[in-house]
Each structure stands twice: as C-alpha cells, then as structure tokens.
C-alpha cells in the first residue's frame, strides 16, 4: 500500500477503538477488503476533539443539547462515557441548565434556532456554543440575528459526520431528507456532501478509476469530484491501484417505484413496522411481546428496547424472505433443544470428572443467557409480523402492489381500494404510497381520476395536505396521466419481474427481497457484472430519465467472477433494506465486494412522509 494511502487511514484510526473491540461490535463479518470501522474511529477523533476544545480535561462543567435525530446517530457511534459531557438534553424550548458549558447540537434549521433562542434567553449566565451539523446556512445565521441570540454564543462549529458504519458494509450520511432537498426544494448541498464523501474515500483508499452513474444527480457529483480534486493539495496517488474498483452512483429518483413496495425480508419488514434507528434498536409495545416482557421485567417502560447490534441470530435471517425465517427459527430451536438435551443427559451419568462437569456447565450457561432468549425473541417477533400479514388489509394491498407492478392491475380498481383506504382513515403515508405507485407505474393517472382522489384525501387527512399533494406532484412521486409510459420497457428489458423464484431459502435471483420483483437500482449493478455492461440497456437507460455516465470502455470490465472486484454502489436519495439484501445477494453470486453508501435507510412510508409540509406551531 502507497505511503499516502497508509498515512490516511492512520490519521482516521488514531484514537479508535481496538481491532479485537471492533470484532465483538460487529459478528459475522464476511472478509472485506474495505474496512468501514475506520469510518467510526475518525469521526470519534472529530468529535472529541471539539468537545474537548471547550474547557479542556472537565466534562461535569457541560450540558449537551441535542437535536432527538441527531442522538440516535451519536449514541451509535459513542459510548455515553465517550460523549464527554455531564448531561445529555433534548432539544425543546425553555430547558434550564445547570452546566457553565452549553453544547448545542442540531441540523440548520429555523425551528431549531428559535428553540434554542428560548434556551439561551433563559439561562443568560452561561457559556454557549453551537454546533450545525452538516454546516450553518444563511437561513440560519439570519435565523440566529433575528432572534437577538448571535452575540450571545461564544463559537459556532461546523461538524460534518461524514459516512457513518452502519453495517460492515453500509455506510450512510444520514441525511433523512435527501430526497425532499433534492427533489422538492431543490438543494444541491446533499450533492457537495456526497461528492466530498467520495473524494474522502479516493485519498483513503485510491483513485477509484472506474465511476458510472444514472440520474441528473449523479452527473453534478461526478463534475464536482473533478472540482474537487483540482482544488485539493493532497491527491491519490496514481501510481499504486486503489482498492475501490468501481463507484456506481444512482440518484433515487429513478427508481422511486422501489420504496413504495412492501419489502419481503425480514429486517425490511420490521423497518416497515417499528422503524430500525441508527443505532440498531427497535421499540416494540410489551403489551404485543409477553415472553419479551417477562425476559425484561420493567413495569415502568410500556415499550421494550431491542438491540440488533450485536445480535448474532438476527444477522442470520435480516436479509432472509419473511416466509422463510420462521422455518429457520424453528431449526434453531430444535438445535439448541437438542443441545441442551445432551448436556442434561451427560451430566445425569454416573461417571462425571470435576473438568466435564465445568464444561458442561459453562456450555449450558452460554446456551441459555445468549442463543436460546434471542431465539425466542425473534420467534415472538415473526409471530407477531405474520399476524399482521395475515390480516385481510395487508393481503389485498400486497395484492395490489403485485398486480400494478406485473401491469395486471386495472387502474380503477387499484384507485378504488385506495379510496377504502381514505375512508378507513388507514395512515396516509401508506395510502399515499398506493397512489404514487400507480402514478409512477402507469406513468401518471387520468386528470379526473387524481382531482377525485386529492378532495377524499384533503377532506379525510386536512387541508394542509393540500401542500403535501402538491409537494409529491414537484418531486415527481404523483404525475397527471399525459406521459409516456415507460414501465413496459423497463420490465422487459431489465427483467424486473421474476415470477419463478425456485427457492426462498436459497434464491436464485435478487428479486427475492420484493417477492418477485427486483429494485432497478439492483438490475443496473447486477448488468455490470454481465458481458456487455450497459450496452445492452441503453433503451431502459433512456427510459428511466435523468443523464448517463458510462464509459464503454471501462463498463464491461467487472463481468468475471473470478475477480472479485470491489464495487462502491452509492444511492442519493436513500435505500431500502430490502435493496441492501438484495446488494449482498449479488455480491455472492458475482464474487464481488459490494460497499453500499446512501443518504441515508428509507421506507416507503418515512419517503413520503419527508414531503408532508412543516408547520411552525
């Protein structure tokens, strides 16, 4: 490895944690060419390093005040003893503090500074200091005079995470609203935060020679990198290969289509329902989970805590279909039973020495604390997952998705179930869903057809969601009927469709994790990996919109398995985990190394949600 490269990653290690601590944070690890934990050490370093610049070598003289998404992002990446302050606050107006130091940690945003307005204005004898992650806007800074509190703060920061390790192999900028800043209001500074990542990771780990891309999004950021790079003083060095082979850059508003499915595995799913945070925890209601409860005895918290990190079993089934994981579950239990079996059965021998007697012990100890409660955990999980899918609501809308994506669905019928939604006041993010998925599909809805369906949902949700209609017409997520319909091209020429899955328990075909349809974003990589890369394509390459950026020379080089190249994909925009499952699959079939990197993990439901209109109360 070149000097440069080495002195990089050392730079971003230094202070981290160590290789036998990282190990433990993440089981399971296949092995990678690309280690993501240098990610989470270097952003470590940064943020110590600010926090500590404020009264050096004392932490009980500071209060952090932190925005709530914001610290499901820090509680990932740092112990609460790593934080380095003495008190960890929400973000909400009037708080007292009683700290010399106050930490403010938030996003730009207007409402934000008015809370913190209130704060400072109601604790006049303290220290204050603003941190704006990413970075402060001018809407902010006007924010902060308007106010009156711009005087007040003795520093502000720009801190910028960067890409955090969610996965072994994910890393994500976490930014929610991506697709609203760049699709509705029209921000680019999601792109100059993409392409500075990217930038990162050439000087990290080389010259990434090869970068493709579809979307408009995607030409900006490869014209930036080249900015980039002719503004920097520090360059990769182009006499050593880098380790990154390739860098596919996708923006998500060519395949919107994808999110507004019902994902089919196991960890989609459960981000469907609870919504999985940054740091690898769900929320689940007791009442629903009783073995869970008795597990966790806490008569004060009405909701359980579950953690994924380090949970060896969900690592197992998270990218497994839904319909196969309760087979493995049980598979497991009858495993461990088994074991536990034996262990009672030997140790209930005559003949026992002192030394078998330990291990025996030690073996059932283990099983029990470990293995058999996260089993039954997940059991109790899926069971409550299959009652919901087995509710006559879920099984016609999952009906109803099949049927407009296989093109069978009859436009009406699919608008009249949407309209028993309304009247079933179901979520509207999930009914809206329904609706842009037969926008995109059909590539609009008859003018008529869509007034009818605004007024039953404007009168059943709210007239401020009369912005939210308008909002999703902008972002091009519902369109008035008059277009082309590409769909049919898409479905043909990249075989989105597969309707003959051989095994759901080893599949043959990446289209497992929607249940027979495959992410376009997923069909682009995998033709890659084909002999003629996207020369083949280039119909559904026009199709989907948006600019191409493809070398022909440089595109069909990745088609052999026998060299397992690294493949960077990077989604604007956001990613589902049901595209990251099916990712992983074509790393196993291709023998490629595939390191996903996104804006941040979506669903269908907080996609939408993002072009709801904000009201300040």
Not at 355 to 360: G, H, S
Not at 372 to 398: C, F, G, N, Q, W
Request: charged share 30%.
């Amino acid at each position: 490895m070149n000097t440069q490269k080495s002195s990089a990653k050392s730079s971003m290690i230094k202070g981290g944690s160590t290789e036998e601590e990282t190990k433990e944070q993440t089981p399971l690890i296949p092995d990678m060419k690309i280690d993501t934990s240098i990610f989470r050490d270097h952003i470590k370093q940064k943020y110590k390093g600010m926090i500590s610049a404020i009264d050096p070598g004392n932490t009980d003289s500071k209060v952090l005040i932190i925005d709530s998404a914001l610290y499901d992002v820090l509680r990932h990446l740092l112990t609460k003893d790593e934080i380095g302050v003495s008190k960890i606050q929400a973000l909400k107006e009037d708080i007292k503090v009683d700290a010399k130091y106050v930490i403010f940690l938030t996003p730009p945003s207007v409402q934000n500074v008015t809370k913190m307005a209130s704060i400072i204005k109601g604790n006049g004898d303290k220290s204050f200091y603003v941190c704006f992650v990413p970075r402060r806007t001018f809407a902010c800074k006007e924010a902060l005079q308007v106010q009156g509190i711009f005087s007040a703060i003795s520093n502000f920061y720009d801190f910028n995470f960067d890409l955090i390790p969610l996965d072994y192999d994910i890393l994500s900028l976490e930014i929610p609203d991506a697709s609203r800043q760049l699709y509705l209001d029209l921000d680019t500074t999601t792109l100059v935060l993409v392409a500075e990542s990217i930038q990162r990771l050439q000087l990290v780990f080389g010259r990434i020679d090869t970068i493709v891309g579809k979307g408009y999004s995607s030409k900006i950021i490869v014209d930036m990198l080249k900015n980039l790079e002719n503004e920097s003083k520090i360059k990769p060095d182009d006499s050593v290969r880098g380790e990154i082979d390739c860098c596919v850059i996708l923006d998500r508003n060519i395949d919107f289509v994808t999110p507004m499915l019902t994902q089919f595995t196991y960890a989609g799913y459960m981000d469907e329902v609870w919504g999985i945070k940054q740091n690898n925890i769900i929320n689940l209601e007791k009442k629903f989970f009783p073995i869970m409860s008795v597990q966790r005895p806490d008569k004060d918290q009405d909701i359980i805590t579950h953690k994924l990190q380090n949970d060896k079993i969900f690592k197992e089934i998270r990218d497994c279909h839904n319909f196969v994981v309760g087979g493995i579950l049980d598979e497991k239990l009858t495993e461990l039973k088994s074991i536990h079996d034996e262990v009672a059965a030997t140790t209930t021998g005559r003949e026992k020495s002192l030394k078998e007697m330990r291990e025996k012990y030690e073996k059932e100890r283990k099983l029990r604390e470990k293995e058999l409660d996260k089993v039954a955990t997940h059991v109790e999980i899926r069971k409550y997952i299959d009652e919901l899918m087995a509710k006559p609501s879920h099984y016609r809308r999952i009906k109803t998705e099949q049927c407009i994506v296989d093109g069978l669905a009859k436009p009406q019928e699919t608008l009249d179930f949407v309209e028993t939604q309304i009247a079933k006041q179901a979520p509207l993010a999930r009914t809206l869903r329904l609706l842009c998925l037969q926008s995109l599909v059909e590539s609009g809805i008859k003018q008529v057809a869509l007034d009818a369906m605004k007024r039953e949902i404007i009168q059943a949700y709210g007239f401020e969601h009369i912005l939210t209609l308008s909002n999703l017409e902008k972002a091009g997520l519902l369109r008035r009927d008059g277009e082309k319909k590409v769909w049919d091209t898409l479905n043909k020429q990249l075989k989105l469709i597969n309707p003959e899955i051989n095994d759901l328990k080893d599949p043959n075909d990446a289209s497992f994790a929607y249940d027979g349809y495959c992410p376009i974003t997923v069909r682009l990589v995998e033709q890659l990996f084909k002999k003629d890369g996207w020369n083949t394509i280039k119909g559904a390459l026009e199709s989907l919109g948006g600019l191409t950026v493809y070398d022909e020379k440089k595109g069909n080089q990745f088609s052999n398995p026998q060299n397992k190249n690294v493949i960077l994909v990077y989604l604007i925009g956001g990613i589902t985990y049901g595209e990251i499952a099916a990712f992983r699959y074509l790393a196993k079939k291709y023998n490629k190394e595939i390191l996903i990197a996104t804006t941040g993990i979506i669903t269908g439901d907080r996609l939408i949600t993002s072009f709801f209109e904000r009201f300040n109360k």
